[in-house]
């Protein structure tokens, strides 16, 4: 079955340290993948995508196919980075629907 | 550019009710997405749909419906509520929906209903 695992729940750095979100993914076919953040009192919204390749406020995300992953990193963390992060999925194959990750809150202490 | 919009922000309602929610969408915005969020289940897909149709549906009963119109909004129904349903109902609009090349989503604030 197709499934996004977000593995931790919490995740809690001090500031200036490295963080790695982590993401797998259960998807026969090509997988296109995003993360997307929601900030306290702020909606959902688009964090960075895989085809895209880009560094978004310092995170970047690399697909590995091998290994069904999508870890989120940045290797310095800032006290704004705090949020829940979600992983993302689109199943191209059903229509492209989308499937969540259960989230992973992320806390950066000073 | 005026984001999503949801309406009513809050709903209370008791079991057996049925209930409306609206979204409008980012102008230009063909595409229309719903989700549930609840804290046990997390964001859920609920249906999409693109220019008045319905493209893609979730797996949730036959009690969960939704439309559009022609101006790309779109309202999601709920009858014969049930304690469960009690969520925060989040829309999504997009120029292209997710199958296209334009499918960034962009989020509403949601609606929070409470079935009691």
């Known amino acids: 079955a197709q499934r996004v695992t977000q593995p931790e729940k919490l995740l809690s750095v001090f500031k200036g340290a490295p963080v790695e979100l982590k993401c797998n993914y259960s998807?026969?076919?090509?997988?296109?993948l995003f993360w997307y953040v929601q900030y306290s009192r702020q909606r959902l919204q688009l964090l960075l995508r895989?085809?895209s390749r880009e560094s978004i406020k310092g995170f970047t995300a690399d697909l590995n196919k091998g290994e069904t992953s999508f870890h989120l990193k940045k290797p310095f963390a800032q006290e704004e980075d705090s949020a829940m992060y979600y992983c993302?999925?689109?199943?191209?194959?059903?229509?492209?629907?989308?499937?969540f990750g259960q989230g992973t809150e992320l806390s950066v202490k000073p | 550019k005026a984001g999503v919009t949801q309406t009513p922000r809050y709903l209370i309602k008791t079991r057996g009710q049925q209930v409306t929610l609206s979204c409008s969408p980012i102008?230009?915005?063909?595409?229309v997405s719903w989700y549930q969020q609840t804290p046990g289940q997390g964001l859920q897909f609920l249906f999409e749909y693109f220019s008045e149709t319905q493209r893609n549906k979730g797996n949730f009963p036959g009690r969960f419906s939704g439309r559009q119109f022609s101006n790309s909004r779109s309202e999601m129904n709920v009858s014969t509520l049930e304690l469960g349903d009690s969520a925060l109902y989040l829309c999504?609009?997009?120029?292209?929906?997710?199958?296209?090349?334009?499918?960034?989503?962009?989020f509403g604030p949601g609606t929070r209903l409470t079935v009691l």
């Open positions: 993302a999925l689109i199943l191209m194959d059903q229509g492209g629907k989308l499937i």
């Open positions: 998807y026969s076919g090509s997988p296109e």
């Open positions: 999504a609009s997009s120029l292209t929906g997710t199958s296209g090349t334009n499918n960034e989503q962009f």
């Open positions: 895989h085809i």
């Open positions: 102008s230009g915005h063909r595409s």
